[in-house]
């Protein structure tokens, strides 16, 4: 059984930054597809970023330029640096992790608000 714990969430000024962080219980971490999903009150859950088993990055166009995703498979765990947040980027935050199968963890919670 696959468990993903996110991390790193909080409130945060409009302008700053965050680092969440979702750690894998997986025995071949490295094989696993990566992402970090969002979902705002009211709205669909959304992709953010997702990085594949080899490194490769996508970005949603809201995240582009101000967000990156990253892993370390000697840790298990994946990486979303979030930069110059907006209070649009206010959502609960979920890890992903696909091989096979899809599992998610449980989310974290980002506000972004003066």
């Known amino acids: 059984q696959v468990q993903l714990v996110e991390s790193g969430g909080g409130l945060v000024q409009p302008g700053g930054s965050l680092r969440l962080s979702c750690a894998a219980s997986?025995?071949?971490?490295?094989?696993?597809?990566m992402a970090w999903y969002r979902q705002a009150p009211g709205k669909q859950r959304e992709l953010v970023a997702a990085?594949?088993?080899?490194?490769?990055?996508h970005y949603a166009d809201s995240g582009k330029g101000r967000f990156t995703i990253s892993r370390d498979n000697a840790k298990n765990t994946v990486y979303l640096q979030m930069n110059s947040l907006k209070p649009e980027d206010t959502a609960v935050y979920y890890c992903?992790?696909?091989?096979?199968?899809?599992?998610w963890g449980q989310g974290t919670q980002v506000t972004v608000s003066s």
């Open positions: 992903s992790a696909d091989f096979r199968v899809r599992y």
């Open positions: 997986v025995s071949i971490f490295s094989l696993y597809a």
């Open positions: 990085i594949t088993s080899d490194g490769t990055t």
